[in-house]
Nanobody, 125 residues
Framework: QAQLVESGGGLVQPGGSLRLSCAASGGTLTSDYYAIGWFRQAPGKEREGVSCISNSDSITEYADSVKGRFTISRDDAQSTVYLQMNNLKPEDTAVYYC????????????????WGKGTLVTVSS
């Protein structure tokens, strides 16, 4: 069973960049089987989807709030999925989670099969 571990969070000023990583241990995140999603949860708010990359053909999708600023990608050889975040805004502050779904594409949080424990991103001057 794959376990997911996020890394790369931290404190960054508005307009800055971070790259989050989601690595699998005890299994793989091979694109043959798993769609991978990034979700985030800000204090007092519900968990929301940020981005998804499909299995097999790596089709990507983004929430409107991050479109044009965030890029999701995957490296199957490293069994790692990345979220490049540019032009960060204070409203991007949240705990970011990666999740895997044994299906072609992501779904809502309740339908994802595996979760990491999250990494905190704080955007503040």
């Amino acid at each position: 069973q794959a376990q997911l571990v996020e890394s790369g969070g931290g404190l960054v000023q508005p307009g800055g960049s971070l790259r989050l990583s989601c690595a699998a241990s005890g299994g793989t995140l091979t694109s043959d089987y798993y769609a991978i999603g990034w979700f985030r949860q800000a204090p007092g708010k519900e968990r929301e989807g940020v981005s998804c990359i499909s299995n097999s053909d790596s089709i990507t999708e983004y929430a409107d709030s991050v479109k044009g600023r965030f890029t999701i990608s995957r490296d199957d050889a490293q069994s790692t999925v990345y979220l490049q975040m540019n032009n960060l805004k204070p409203e991007d502050t949240a705990v970011y989670y990666c999740a895997a779904r044994l299906a072609y594409y992501c779904s809502g949080p309740e339908s994802m099969d595996y979760w990491g424990k999250g990494t905190l991103v704080t955007v503040s001057s």
